[in-house]
């Protein structure tokens, strides 16, 4: 027989778990902010932002690629951008971008998501 006392305990204990639970998806769905030196092989496969101006770009059809630097340099490679992007991404422009830490011809870049002006 559930008593309010048993109903209390457990209501206490769900809402712990799914405060845990919403805490643990959080910190999978938001990226991590960093600077380009913090970037090591201990992030790969980690969402990152990093906040740089481009040095170097080149832009193709389906892609571009270029080079953030924020005292530290780190390539960055954005799949589809879009045409607003594809003007963000320009030499000389200061850009936010969120995206994915991974290993390319064992060099660390970043596989952008979202390229903004900052």
């Not at 998806?25 to 481009?54: H, T």
């Not at 000389?92 to 995206?99: I, R």
């Amino acid at each position: 027989m559930l008593t309010e006392k048993h109903i209390a305990v457990a209501s206490l204990l769900l809402a712990i778990v799914g405060t845990g639970l919403l805490f643990l998806f959080n910190q999978a769905i938001e990226p991590r902010e960093v600077r380009i030196e913090e970037i090591g092989r201990g992030l790969v496969g980690e969402r990152v932002s990093v906040v740089g101006k481009v040095n170097w770009a080149m832009e193709r059809e389906n892609f571009v690629l270029f080079t953030l630097d924020d005292g530290a340099k780190i390539k960055a490679i954005k799949f589809n951008p879009s045409k607003e992007e594809k003007v963000i991404a320009r030499k000389d422009s200061f850009v936010l971008v969120t995206g994915k830490v991974q290993l390319y011809k064992n060099e660390l870049e970043i596989v952008a998501e979202e390229i903004k002006r900052w």
